[in-house]
């Protein structure tokens, strides 16, 4: 029966989440307890694909958002979510964690930004810094202009102490004179000399530091904290070749190790092997969570606050979703829309093994949505732009559904202005697609390639490397 849009839905499922109960309850202890100076702390969450590490995440920052953040007690915190491929680059992950630390925590950074001012100016000579990261200047520090002005012709200690010259406000001229006399000179020393690679790892050792100084260093400071989220920590590997190889995060194990005193919290699907690896270094510093499935208690009370009313079929969804969150959802997606439609959801159609279920939901949806999510499928994210080019070249229209509608279900995530579908959701579209339409999903994949293989071609030299280049430089790669 069909429906008018500007009426109200009749059914919005209430998804709230009975369980987790001890992960909310350790990381609220870890936050509210003291953190000596000299003190690391990680905590590490992990499960299966599909138990709600992200939707745990963002309970994680409501918490944070919740706690007092003034005067007597500062609060700066920032997340990566890895499932971004921007931030598996270690310069543009750290670049959002200096920038939201800066946002919520009012923290500056002037070992960071010295040199990445330095780095910048050596690897892409002729671009303005302003233009190239505006959101750096968004704080009213007069060192990012000084900085953005002269990196490339003054380095290292002559840089700041020429930027001190070009001070006009007091406070940042006072602030900048100690900060020199107590720590950045000995910091900054040799700066001038460092290679670009050498100076991508210098950033993380500084990045700690002007952490450390906000925690530590300042006279007559309130009592205050410092916290990072990594979501997805898996997807760190998703553009490797190998798995297993220590490299790739040894960025984030060296910011660990460059920032005492802050709560480090990593979620992913595996637990983390650092103390095998290295116990001398990381013994007794990690602490596992492991997260299980809901209990079928927990299941059935997530059920009821949707509500699904019906207890056989309550049951069913129960019994095939085995207390992984993804396939609870997925089940009340499908039940929502048969809601929606005026249709009374019969118990044979809910439940059953993890692809029947999965299946089933697809099945479900009008033709135009399943044929939109199965394209949707290809790339790692979508935007508008992206979007549209798919449904221009394989769904005869860029009209055929809204970005809005194919991303209102509970599988899809959005960072920024991009969308991210769930990786269970993600695998078995593309198995599905390999086995059954195996030329299309050759030519998708093809298109994808070719697309951002005709962008990267105006790429001239490593000074024009952008997160957004660097980005279509790894969905190419992924593809060749």
Not at 126 to 153: I, K, M, W
Not at 263 to 272: D, F, K, N, P
Not at 441 to 469: C, G, M, P, V, W
């Amino acid at each position: 029966m069909p429906t008018p849009s500007h009426r109200p839905n009749t059914f919005k499922a209430n998804r709230v989440f009975t369980d987790r109960d001890e992960a909310r309850e350790l990381f609220t202890q870890q936050c509210a307890a003291p953190q000596q100076q000299d003190e690391y702390r990680v905590l590490n969450f992990y499960g299966v694909g599909g138990q709600g590490k992200s939707a745990l995440c963002g309970q994680f920052e409501k918490h944070l958002d919740s706690l007092p953040n003034n005067e007597d007690h500062q609060l700066a915190w920032a997340k990566i979510n890895f499932e971004d491929s921007n931030k598996r680059n270690p310069i543009a992950a750290l670049m959002a964690l200096r920038l939201q630390l800066a946002a919520n925590g009012k923290l500056w950074f002037p070992a960071f930004d010295t040199a990445f001012a330095r780095y910048f100016a050596i690897t892409q000579a002729g671009r303005n810094l302003e233009t190239s990261y505006p959101e750096l200047f968004q704080q009213s520090h007069d060192l990012l202009q000084g900085l953005a002005t002269v990196a490339e012709s003054v380095t290292g200690l002559a840089l700041l102490g020429n930027i001190l010259e070009r001070l006009q406000k007091f406070d940042e001229k006072r602030i900048l004179r100690q900060w020199m006399e107590r720590r950045g000179a000995e910091l900054l020393t040799g700066l001038e000399n460092f290679a670009p690679h050498e100076l991508e790892s210098k950033l993380v050792e500084f990045l700690g530091a002007d952490v450390d100084d906000w925690l530590h260093n300042e006279i007559n400071a309130p009592q205050r904290r410092v916290m990072f989220l990594y979501d997805t920590y898996e997807a760190l590997w998703r553009d490797q070749p190998s798995k297993t190889d220590l490299l790739v995060d040894k960025w984030v194990r060296k910011l660990v190790s460059e920032s005492p005193a802050v709560l480090h919290v990593i979620l992913g699907r595996e637990a983390l092997a650092w103390a095998q690896q290295d116990p001398e270094e990381w013994q007794g510093i990690i602490t596992p969570c492991p997260l299980d499935h809901l209990t079928d208690t927990d299941a059935d009370s997530f059920l009821q606050t949707v509500p699904v009313v019906e207890n056989d079929i309550r049951a069913r969804i129960v019994a095939g979703a085995k207390g992984i969150p993804f396939y609870l959802n997925l089940q009340v997606d499908q039940y929502e829309s048969c809601k929606r439609r005026n249709l009374t959801p019969q118990v044979d159609e809910y439940g059953g093994k993890e692809p029947e279920m999965l299946a089933r939901f697809i099945s479900h949806l009008p033709d135009t949505t399943r044929r939109a999510l199965r394209v949707a499928s290809y790339p790692r994210w979508l935007d508008e732009t992206l979007f549209l080019n798919l449904c221009e070249k394989f769904l005869g229209g860029a009209a055929v559904i809204s970005l809005h509608e194919l991303t209102a279900y509970s599988f899809w995530t959005k960072q920024a202005d991009r969308y991210f579908l769930h990786a269970v959701m993600r695998d078995y579209l593309q198995a599905e697609s390999l086995e059954h339409e195996a030329t299309l999903y050759r030519s998708i994949h093809q298109h994808l390639f070719d697309n951002y293989d005709n962008k990267l071609q105006t790429l001239t030299s490593a000074r024009e490397l952008t997160e957004e280049r660097v980005c279509q430089i790894n969905c190419v790669t992924r593809f060749s």
